[in-house]
T-cell receptor
């Protein structure tokens, strides 16, 4: 069964610390896509990244980096030198290609990140 | 500006009073869907639409209806709201239903049913 688990419900760090948000997924599909979304206090969902299951290269975008490891079914997200503006709820999500129910995203429970000055 | 809009953004209502949450996108996307967000559960899909006049149930469709008469609009209808439908609702759209397409979300509608 498809499932996304974000075991960290809340994380609190002090500004400039590095922080890693964990995401573990389950899928029966060999072709799938993984996403990260950010939900700031204002409530909207902001798309951050999409990776397909055939591309295990790590990705870096400024202070953000993503580590995708098929062997452990994980797609972790690291923020380097965190800032107060990074405070948000972060969601990891899965979309399956073959068993997909019409483009459905399967979300994890979310991790609330609090960055204190 | 390319966007998904929802109205209203906030709504407090009472049990049994029919309501509609509108969703509109200006990107000519074929695929639209509705999710609800609840604490500890993440987001769960309610209904989706592959194109005009084509809709289907997601994971939690009970108590909801949708329609897709025009490509740009995908309203969510609660015929007889109940307190367990108190939630944060998001509309999303993407170019197609392909899992390769990124879904873009509206700003959310916070619904409280008393």
């Amino acid at each position: 069964a498809q499932k996304v688990t974000q075991a960290q419900t809340e994380i609190s760090v002090v500004e400039k610390e590095d922080v890693t948000l964990d995401c573990v997924y389950e899928t029966r599909d060999t072709t799938y896509y993984l996403f990260w979304y950010k939900q700031p206090p204002s409530g909207e969902l902001v798309f951050l990244i999409r990776r397909n299951s055939f591309d295990e290269q790590n990705e870096i975008s400024g202070r953000y980096s993503w580590n995708f490891q098929k062997s452990t079914s994980s797609f972790n997200f690291t923020i380097t030198a965190s800032q107060v503006v990074d405070s948000a709820v972060y969601f990891c999500a899965l979309s399956e290609a073959v068993y997909n129910q019409g483009g459905k995203l399967i979300f994890g429970q979310g991790t609330e990140l609090s960055v204190k000055p | 500006e390319a966007q998904v809009t929802q109205n209203p953004r906030y709504l407090i209502t009472v049990t049994g009073k029919k309501l509609t949450v509108t969703c509109s996108q200006n990107m000519n996307h074929e695929y639209m869907s509705w999710y609800r967000q609840d604490p500890g559960l993440g987001l769960r899909q309610i209904y989706y639409s592959m194109n005009v006049e084509v809709t289907d149930k997601g994971d939690v469709p009970e108590g909801y209806k949708v329609s897709r008469k025009e490509k740009r609009n995908f309203p969510l209808i609660l015929e007889s709201p109940s307190p367990n439908q108190t939630s944060l609702y998001f509309c999303a759209s993407s170019v197609s239903a392909s899992s390769t397409d990124t879904q873009y979300f509206g700003p959310g509608t916070r619904l409280t049913v008393l």
